[in-house]
């Protein structure tokens, strides 16, 4: 196991597969849709295996309700104390029963504070509902969008709330047919909007098993490094990747590490 992933203490991002991240921001811990069970939607397997799962987390955020984005077996790992923010009232309920102490369901894109960090969380699109986040601090803001489309009310999103790392799904996967995740062009135009200086690649990390009826209907396809530009990383499970403005306290060890273009900025 390397480093990052042995302590998750650095600023940055601790990419542990999929689209499950653990952010260090100001010392508050913030895990993404976390996924242990496989299949998920009875068709869907990590490729390759996650790294293991951060428990003692501060804060989950949960975008959406396909099982590899909510996944009960996953939360019931956690620790009770964290918050829970879930896009819609029946997942709340879900995750009242495991006992955690507080769930959230954004009414609106308005600012939720939460210690150091002021959370926002529009909405997104997506075959069900959806909500992305955006997460500022002190030093700088994080922009996490989950499997969204890219939309003009998240254009105008981006506008006003800049942010300097971003994580994007760029990818032409369909459902039946139906594309429901930004195109790697739409990714690097979000980007743009958003003003990320560096970007990681999310929801790039799994495949249908043609084993179940439903696999059959999926088709992944995820953007090649030569769709995206420099800013984009595509992370593995157990890198870290630091926040830019939190790169001077990465160990040079680490950054010794470092791997070259498209994942400058990623230590293994």
Known sequence: MNRAAADFVAEGLHHVGHSTHLLVLEGIRVLTDPWVTEPADRCLFHEPAPAPLPTDVDLVLITHAHGDHFDPAALARLDRGATVIVPEQHLAQAIRGLRFARVLVPVDDGPLPFGPIKLRAPEGRHLVPERVFHLESANGAVFFGG?????????????????????LPAERSTILGKRSVMPPEDARALADRLQASRCVLTHHESRASRRHPLGW????????????????????????????????????????????????????
Request: a negative charge; glycine letters at 2%; charged letters at 25%.
């Open 217 to 268: 209907l999926v088709r992944i396809d995820i953007a090649r490094d030569d769709e995206l530009d420099a800013r984009f990383v595509r992370p593995r499970p157990g890198d870290f990747v630091p926040f830019p403005w939190a790169e001077t306290a990465v160990a040079p060890a680490s950054a010794s590490t470092a791997s070259s273009s498209p994942a400058s900025g990623v230590a293994r």
């Open 147 to 167: 499997d969204t489309e890219r939309t003009p009310q998240l254009d105008a999103f981006a506008a006003e709330h800049r942010a300097a790392f971003a994580i």
